[in-house]
């Protein structure tokens, strides 16, 4: 199976759209400073100065919707976070060759989180860092190198994870170790078994090479691959054949995690099972870059043994603070509850809608995860797609495009959302939908 190219429908391009002569300055100070490889969204990219709550703010003063960005998932600055952050720094900043009461706490409470005895916490600066890790443990503890993911998918950015990270497109080589599976609900997964199978047939084609399975690993909303989050317990039986074959289960929680599903509080709660490492990132600092996994005693318990582990910023105590005041408050403010019946509100809207704009064609997701795939005349319509991230960023609403034909908008709006910022945000859809099927 040959990657896909999965670059942002609603990608800037120079020269589509006329800007502003300080736009085009910034854009022009960009490129010198910082070279050709960063990329920038939207049609008319976008400069802000101030974030607040679910709000951005641009250098004019004018307020955005932020519907997209799942990093600052209890919403900008939150003042519990940025205190702690700031308390700590004024206290003490150092890593994990030191005892310290922090990273405990903070793994104490992160680790009652899960539904079972899940063994052990380590810590990292990002989700690509904690991928990275997994992927070394798993290794260790297998034997083997082969990696099956989804043919959409993305893990991080370090070498060795954007070999299996195939949404990073075709001109990032894939290893060959690595073995693409269609997403669930993809030609060659469908119905309840589909998954498995495709999961069953990778390891074999891996072991038709001399390849042994190290891990599966998948994003359990499967975001990249244009959110399918599926019936509960189609995950189970793939789970149970990598472990059959000798490797282990990885549940990428980076997007799902943290109470965003609303239904559970981790993205493969939903599916009845337990993995054998959880890597986390982007919303459990709220923005403070800090990122780990949590792993079963026995399967890092070699990888413990014989590689030391340490990262300089990895677990650090303003870290530890900022992780750890995100935890509190998703549990103080009953945010999961909130992800939960914001996003039902969303879903009716959503649905609302769809029966107005065939365009709309298919809504997946739970909670404040969600995917609307947009068709015209039954197929994929990714020229429509960036038509409508264009025309909701053009009406003060941020959100983004994903999946294979890169035709699915993707909803993510911060887990503090109310119930009038949802209801903006179906009125400024309906108007874009209107404008885009007019």
């Known amino acids: 199976m040959k990657p896909v190219d999965t670059a942002m429908a609603n990608a800037f391009v120079a020269g589509k759209v006329p800007l502003s002569p300080q736009t085009e300055q910034l854009i022009s100070d960009r490129a010198r400073l910082l070279g050709p490889a960063y990329r920038l969204m939207y049609e008319e990219p976008l400069h802000f100065v101030k974030g607040e709550g679910v709000w951005l703010i641009d250098a004019n003063g004018r307020r955005y919707l932020d519907a997209y960005n799942n990093v600052t998932s209890l919403g900008h600055c939150h003042p519990a976070v940025v205190e702690a952050i700031a308390r700590q720094a004024g206290i003490l900043a150092t890593n994990t060759r030191y005892l310290q009461d922090g990273i405990l706490q903070l793994a104490e409470t992160l680790l009652a989180t899960m539904p079972e005895e899940p063994g052990h916490m380590m810590l990292t600066c990002t989700g690509s860092e904690a991928n990275d890790l997994a992927?070394?443990?798993?290794?260790?503890?297998?034997?083997?190198?082969?990696?099956?993911?989804?043919?959409?998918?993305?893990?991080?950015i370090t070498d060795a994870v954007a070999q299996y990270s195939p949404s990073l497109g075709p001109s990032v080589d894939l290893g060959r170790h690595v073995a693409l599976v269609p997403a669930p609900g993809d030609p060659g997964a469908e119905g309840p078994d589909g998954f498995a199978e495709a999961v069953e047939y990778a390891i074999a084609g891996l072991r038709r090479h001399g390849i042994r399975p190290a891990m599966l690993i998948v994003d359990t909303m499967f975001t990249s691959d244009g959110v399918r989050a599926g019936?509960?317990?189609?995950?189970?039986?793939?789970v149970e054949a990598i472990r059959r074959a000798g490797g282990l289960f990885v549940a990428d929680e980076v997007q799902p995690g943290f109470a965003r599903t609303g239904e559970r509080f981790w993205g493969f709660q939903r599916h009845g099972v337990m993995p054998d490492i959880v890597t986390m990132g982007k919303p459990m600092g709220n923005g403070h870059p800090v990122a780990g996994i949590v792993v079963r005693p026995q399967v890092v318990d070699e990888f413990g043994r014989n590689a030391r582990y340490f990262n300089t910023f990895g677990g650090n105590t303003?870290?530890?603070?900022?992780a750890l005041a995100v935890l509190n408050v998703i549990a103080r403010d009953g945010l999961q509850a909130n992800s939960l019946?914001?996003?039902?509100?969303?879903?009716?809207?959503?649905?609302s809608l769809a029966g107005r704009y065939p365009i709309l064609a298919e809504l997946r997701g739970a909670g404040l995860m969600i995917g609307a795939e947009i068709r015209s005349g039954g197929q994929p319509d990714r020229e429509a797609t960036a038509r409508i991230v264009n025309g909701m960023r053009a009406e003060g609403v941020l959100i983004s495009s994903c999946g294979k034909h890169h035709n699915v908008l993707k909803i993510r709006p911060p887990l503090i959302i109310d119930a009038a910022q949802v209801d903006l945000f179906t009125e400024t859809l309906g108007r874009v939908l209107e404008g885009v099927s007019a």
Do not use: D, K, N
Request: one cysteine or more; hydrophobic letters at 45%.
């Open 231 to 238: 019936p509960t317990g189609f995950l189970a039986p793939a």
């Open 341 to 351: 019946a914001m996003g039902q509100r969303l879903m009716e809207g959503l649905r």
């Open 135 to 156: 992927w070394r443990i798993a290794r260790g503890f297998s034997g083997g190198t082969g990696i099956v993911v989804t043919q959409t998918a993305y893990h991080g």
């Open 318 to 322: 303003v870290s530890c603070a900022a």
